[in-house]
């Protein structure tokens, strides 16, 4: 007689979502949280001199011509393209740190599988696991 076929789901067969120790939590908390406060004095930074630039564009633009006018343009929504990367970057560790606390760091958020330590590792925001990115990136 055969053997009957396993009934278990995916979802059924994978730890607890609670099983990393308090010391690994506290680990992985101090490190998003350091990356958090690099990230924020890079943006404090990038508005300082973003600031300091706009100043010195007021006072130097005297007799600029059209060309000069748009270099500048261009160069100012540069840098506040840059500011907003940073802010992004702030705000996907302080959803990871949200994560953590809530229980659900490490987990995909769309299939509900494990996240690789390694993509952990790479990318410690991440809220997708690699399928699942691949699969968003295609859209």
């Known amino acids: 007689m055969a053997k009957p076929a396993d009934t278990k789901t995916a ?3 994978k730890p607890a979502k609670g099983t990393r120790s308090a010391a690994e939590t506290e680990k992985i908390r101090a490190a998003l949280a350091g990356r958090r406060d690099e990230l924020q004095s890079e943006y404090d930074q990038t508005l300082s001199e973003i600031t300091e630039l706009q100043r010195e564009r007021l006072t ?3 007799g600029d011509d059209q ?5 500048k343009t ?3 929504e540069q840098e506040i393209s840059l500011a907003n990367g940073i802010l992004d970057r ?3 560790v302080e959803r990871a740190l949200e994560r953590l606390d809530e229980g659900n760091y490490g987990w995909c958020e769309r299939c ?6 390694e993509r952990l590792a790479a990318f410690p925001s991440a809220t997708l696991c690699v399928t699942c990115k691949q699969l968003e990136e295609r859209r």
Do not use: K, W, Y
Not at 67 to 71: E, H, P, R
Not at 112 to 117: A, D, F, K
């Open 90 to 92: 702030i705000s996907q």
């Open 112 to 117: 509900g599988n494990p996240i690789p330590v």
């Open 60 to 62: 130097d633009s005297a």
């Open 67 to 71: 060309a000069d006018t748009g270099t």
């Open 11 to 13: 979802t059924s067969r």
């Open 74 to 76: 261009f160069e100012r």
